[in-house]
C-alpha cells in the first residue's frame, strides 16, 4: 500500500483528542461497582511490525497506547470506578503524568510476567488495605466496593495494540460483579444463583480473550505470582485458564478485541473510522477473524 507508514514517536507532546464517546447507556448502574485498576501491557518486540515501538505507532491521529488511556479516562468520566492505571512499559514510552509504569525484570518475560509487574507496581502506590478484603474474598461479589488501601478489589488487564479494548469494560465488569444466570434468564437453580466468577474476560469469533478482562484481584494475583513468585515465559492462557472466568460476548462492542499486530491491520484501521465509531459504535468491519493471541514460552515475550 502506498503512502506513509502510519506511525511515529512523538514524546511529549499530547496527540489530539480522540473521540472516545461511549454514552451512559453503556454504563449503566456501576458507580456502586467495586474501585477497578487497570494493568495495559505496551512492551514487547514489535516484531511483526519491524521492530516498531508498538505503544507509539500511531493510527487515527494518536498512539495506540493514547487511544486506550484517553478509553479509560472517558470510562471514568461517564460513572465507571476507575482506580488507577499502570502501563507495563519500558522508559522509551512516554506516559501522562499521572499513570504508573512498571516492567518485569529482567524485561521480555512474556504477558503474564508483565501484568504481575503491573499488580505488583499498583500494590506499592498505595499503603496496605486494612480488611485485606480483596486477598479473603473468593468471588468479584464478595469484594468491597472501595477501602482505605491496598490494591482495588478488581483488575482490568488490556493491552495497547487492542486500542478499542476499553469499550469493553463496563460490560465486563457487570458480568464480573453479577451473580450467573442462564440464557432463559433464570438462576442456574432456582432460589440459588451462582456466584459471581473470579474475572469475566472477552470472547471474540470463539476465542478467549484473556488479555482483555476484568479480575477479581487477589484470583490474579495468584495466577501470575503463585506463592508471590511471577511467571515467565508462560502462556497466557496455561496462567489465567486456572481461574474461574466468565467468557463474554461483547454485544455492544464486539470488535472491541481486535488487535493490529501487523503494519496492514494498523493501515486498516487508521482508514476505517465511521460516525458509527464516533457514536461510540463499533466501526471496524471485514476484517478477517482474530486469532488467540497466546503468547507462549516459546516466544518469551509481552503481547503487544
Known amino acids: 500500500m502506498a503512502g506513509p507508514e502510519p506511525t511515529g514517536r512523538q514524546p511529549g507532546v499530547p496527540p489530539q483528542a480522540v473521540g472516545t464517546q461511549v454514552g451512559s447507556e453503556a454504563v449503566g448502574c456501576l458507580g456502586s461497582a467495586p474501585t477497578l485498576d487497570a494493568v495495559v501491557l505496551a512492551g514487547g518486540t514489535g516484531r511483526r511490525l ?20 484517553r478509553g479509560l479516562d472517558q470510562l471514568r468520566h461517564d460513572g465507571v470506578p476507575m482506580g488507577l492505571v499502570c502501563v507495563v ?6 506516559l ?27 500494590s506499592r502506590a498505595r499503603p496496605p488495605r486494612a480488611d485485606k478484603g480483596h486477598q479473603a474474598a473468593r468471588t ?26 476499553w469499550r469493553a469494560l463496563p460490560e465486563l465488569l457487570r458480568a464480573c460483579t453479577e451473580t450467573a444466570t442462564s440464557p432463559d434468564g433464570t438462576a442456574d437453580e ?10 469475566a474476560c472477552a470472547l471474540q469469533d470463539g476465542y478467549v480473550q484473556y488479555l482483555l478482562g476484568v479480575y477479581h484481584t487477589g484470583a490474579l494475583e495468584q495466577a501470575v505470582a503463585p506463592g508471590g513468585t511471577a511467571l515467565r515465559d508462560t502462556a497466557v492462557r496455561r496462567a489465567l485458564g486456572r481461574m474461574d472466568v466468565r467468557a463474554v460476548p461483547l454485544r455492544r462492542h464486539p470488535r472491541a478485541a481486535h488487535d493490529l499486530d501487523t503494519w496492514e491491520e494498523v493501515r486498516a484501521w487508521d482508514q476505517q473510522t465511521s460516525p458509527r465509531e464516533a457514536r461510540g459504535q ?7 477473524q482474530d486469532r488467540e493471541r497466546d503468547r507462549g514460552s516459546h516466544e518469551g515475550r509481552r503481547k503487544t
Open 96 to 122: 501522562p503524568q499521572g499513570v504508573l509504569r512498571a516492567l518485569e525484570d529482567p524485561p521480555l518475560g512474556g504477558p503474564v510476567a508483565g501484568v504481575a509487574a503491573g499488580l505488583a507496581r499498583l
Open 89 to 94: 512499559a519500558p522508559q522509551t514510552v512516554a
Open 282 to 288: 463499533p466501526g471496524h468491519r471485514g476484517a478477517a
Open 190 to 199: 432456582p432460589g440459588r444463583p451462582q456466584a459471581a466468577a473470579q474475572g
Open 140 to 165: 468479584c461479589a464478595d469484594l468491597p466496593a472501595t477501602g482505605p488501601g491496598g490494591p482495588a478489589p478488581l483488575t482490568a488487564v488490556l493491552t495497547c495494540d487492542a486500542p478499542q479494548g
Open 50 to 69: 519491524g521492530g516498531a515501538s508498538k505503544p507509539d505507532v500511531v493510527a487515527r491521529g494518536a498512539r495506540l497506547l493514547d487511544h486506550v488511556l
